[in-house]
C-alpha cells in the first residue's frame, strides 16, 4: 500500500480511536478498532487483554528484535474542554479529540509504518508492533504485562508527542511517603518534641540535598515534596506528619541506589517508596538509530516526563508526532501534517536502519 494511502488510513483510525472511549483499564473498544485494522490489511495478530499485538511475516528468531509500542488508553478529560472530548472535529489542520496528541497520533503513525514493513523480506531488525493499554495508570497489564509475551525486544521506539525528535533518554520516577513522628499533647501545653516543627528542619533538608552524578542528557536528579498532611483538630498537636516526595531519577543512578540514599540520610522517622519499578532508560547517541535520526535532521535531547520506557530493560528511544505540551490539555488536538510528516520519517528512518 502507498504511503499517502496508509496515511489516509491511519487518520481514519485516529478518528475512529478519538471517538470511542478508552480510559485506563477500559480500552476493549479501541482494542477492537485496532484488531480491524490488522484484518483489513491480512496481518496475522494477537490480543491479550486489551494490548493488540503483530510481528512481521517474515519473523526470524535469529535475528535482533526491535519493538515499535504505543498505547491507546486516554486520561480523563479534564473540565476546561469546550470541545465535545470523544468527537474528532478537524479545524484549520488540527484534528482535535481526547488522546488525539496523547497518544493517538503516534501509535496510529506506528501502525502504518508497521504495516508498510509487514511484508518485506531480508530485513535486519524482526518488527514487534503492540498497542497497549494502561499507560497512563502505569497499570498492570498494559506493556509491563507484553514484555513475558512477546519476543525478548531488543531495541524500542515508543510513540509519544516528541515533534518527531529523538529523547534519547528519559526520567525514571520514584513516589515517596514518608513520616515526620513527634508527641501527641493538647495545643495548651508545652511540647518540645512538635512534628509540625521539626518539620521545618525536614523541608530545607529535603530543598537543599543535591545528588552528584549529573547526566549529559537528562540533568541532575529531581526532588519535590508535593504533599503534607497532619493534624486534625486546631487544639491537639499532632502524633506524626506524613509527606509525599517525588523524586525524578537520571541515568547515572538507579531508583533502588536513591532509595537507599534517601533512606539512609533524609532526617524522617521513616521514608519508604511506593515502587521501584519506573526506571530511567536511555540508548548511546552511537546506536544505528540515533546516527540515522541526526542525519534526518532530527535533535537528539532528554526528556523530563514519563512514558512505558520505564518498563523497558532494552536499549530504547521516545519519539513521535505531537507536542508534549498539548498532553491532557483541555481541546487536546494534534495537526494532521504532523502524522504525515511522523509516517514518513517513521519510514524513513527504519529504511536507513533495517532494509
Known amino acids: 500500500m502507498a504511503l499517502k494511502e496508509l496515511t489516509t488510513d491511519a487518520i481514519a483510525l485516529l478518528k475512529q480511536l478519538i471517538e470511542t472511549q478508552s480510559f485506563s483499564s477500559e480500552e476493549d473498544q479501541t482494542a477492537s478498532h485496532i484488531e480491524a485494522w490488522f484484518k483489513r490489511n491480512d496481518i496475522e495478530y494477537k490480543r491479550n487483554q486489551n494490548n493488540v499485538w503483530a510481528v512481521n511475516k517474515h519473523f ?37 479529540g481526547l488522546g488525539s496528541n496523547d497518544a493517538g497520533g503516534c501509535l496510529v503513525s506506528l501502525i502504518a509504518t508497521f504495516t508498510h514493513f509487514y511484508n518485506h523480506k531480508d530485513l535486519k531488525y524482526n518488527l514487534i508492533l503492540v498497542a497497549s493499554a494502561e499507560e497512563e495508570s502505569s497499570g498492570p497489564n498494559g506493556l509491563n504485562s507484553m514484555l513475558k509475551i512477546i519476543p525478548k525486544i531488543d531495541v524500542a521506539i ?62 541532575d536528579v529531581k526532588l519535590t515534596v508535593t504533599q503534607i498532611n497532619a493534624g486534625k483538630q486546631h487544639n491537639v498537636v499532632p502524633a506524626d506528619v506524613e509527606l509525599v516526595i517525588d523524586v525524578r531519577v537520571n541515568d547515572k543512578y538507579t531508583n533502588t541506589e536513591i532509595a537507599e540514599f534517601l533512606q539512609k540520610n533524609a532526617p524522617c522517622s521513616s521514608i519508604v517508596p511506593r515502587s521501584l519499578h519506573l526506571n530511567s532508560s536511555s540508548i548511546p547517541v552511537s546506536h544505528d538509530l540515533i546516527k540515522a535520526g541526526i542525519a534526518m535532521g532530527r535533535i537528539p535531547y532528554g526528556s523530563p516526563t514519563l512514558s512505558d520506557q520505564a518498563w523497558l530493560s532494552c536499549k530504547s528511544i521516545k519519539m513521535g508526532p505531537g507536542d508534549s505540551t498539548r498532553s491532557h490539555s483541555a481541546d487536546e488536538f494534534i495537526y494532521l501534517n504532523e502524522i504525515e510528516e511522523g509516517i514518513e520519517i517513521y519510514v524513513e528512518l527504519l529504511n536507513r536502519v533495517i532494509v
Open 60 to 96: 526470524d528468531a535469529s535475528k535482533p528484535n526491535m519493538l515499535l509500542n504505543s498505547h491507546h488508553d486516554t486520561v480523563k478529560p479534564n473540565s476546561a474542554y469546550t470541545k465535545d472530548p470523544l468527537k474528532a472535529i478537524v479545524e484549520d489542520g488540527k484534528l482535535y
Open 158 to 219: 515508543v510513540g509519544e508527542p516528541t515533534l518527531m525528535n529523538l529523547a534519547v533518554a528519559e526520567k525514571g520516577l520514584v513516589v515517596f511517603d514518608a513520616k515526620v513522628k513527634g508527641t501527641a499533647s493538647h495545643a495548651a501545653h508545652p511540647n518540645d518534641d512538635n512534628p509540625i516543627y521539626k518539620l521545618i528542619e525536614t523541608l530545607q533538608w529535603f530543598k537543599d540535598v543535591k545528588f552528584e552524578k549529573t547526566s549529559e542528557a537528562l540533568g
